[in-house]
């Protein structure tokens, strides 16, 4: 019940392309959907998030798309680069308590070709 | 925007002895800290959750004797591996929360190597 699964494992883009990552998640307590990067020796940066009360958020190059009726999430880079080459996770948390721990999908290795 | 240091960035330690971690919110008071270890190619795990001045909650299969957490203030909690040995080897990661912000702030990590 607490878990996000997330797809693909890994993605290949060419530069300018479209990066398309996917996650569902189970546990209709979630109320924050947050997407982190990942690079090689680093911990993860907040790219971009939302909540469940909006459909689509956009920050730049980055969109995530919110869908509450099928409990997915997704993001989208648009002009991919070569320097979003990166893990890329996404994550939820629940309201219950006050610690709001954060539950994390099994992340996706992105690769953008020159 | 927030800020979190964690220190050291990488450690190698010999097996039977202990490594201490720390993790600093900079610019703002982290209630709650959190404690991840991460394996190559895999995704976060939580290890525990700490609110200053508690002890800290542990998921299971954690070993709380192992993997001592200590949030002592509101802006720095420590995450000790005692007796360490290589299965220990791991990357940690420390993240702060921002009080009743939806905002939680990631470490730069912690390479662990124990030989």
């Known amino acids: 019940q607490q878990q996000v699964k997330q797809s693909p494992q890994s993605l290949i883009v060419q530069k300018g392309g479209i990066s398309i990552i996917n996650c569902a998640y189970e546990n209709t307590a979630f109320d924050y959907f947050p997407w982190y990067q990942q690079f090689p020796g680093k911990g993860p940066a907040l790219l971009i998030a939302?909540?469940?009360?909006?459909s689509e958020k956009k920050e730049g190059r980055f969109t995530i798309s919110f869908n509450k009726s099928a409990k997915q999430f997704s993001l989208h880079i648009m002009d991919s680069q070569p320097g979003d080459s990166a893990t890329y996770f996404c994550a939820a948390s629940r309201a219950s308590g006050s610690a709001r721990q954060l539950t994390f999908g099994s992340g996706t290795q992105l690769t953008v070709l020159p | 925007g927030a800020v979190v240091s964690q220190h050291p960035s990488w450690v190698i330690c010999k097996s039977g002895t202990s490594v201490k971690i720390e993790c600093r919110s900079l610019?703002?008071?982290?209630?709650?800290m959190f404690w991840y270890r991460q394996f190559p190619k895999q995704s976060l795990m939580l290890m525990a959750t700490?609110?200053?001045?508690?002890?800290?909650?542990?998921e299971q299969g954690v070993e709380k004797d192992k993997f001592l957490i200590n949030h002592a203030s509101l802006t720095l909690s420590t995450l000790t591996v005692t007796s360490a040995h290589p299965e220990d080897s791991s990357f940690y990661i420390c993240?702060?929360?921002?009080?009743?912000?939806?905002?939680?702030?990631f470490g730069s990590g912690t390479r662990l190597t124990v030989v």
């Open positions: 700490s609110n200053e001045g508690s002890k800290a909650t542990y």
């Open positions: 610019d703002f008071q982290a209630t709650t």
């Open positions: 939302i909540r469940p009360d909006v």
């Open positions: 993240s702060a929360r921002q009080g009743a912000s939806y905002g939680y702030t």
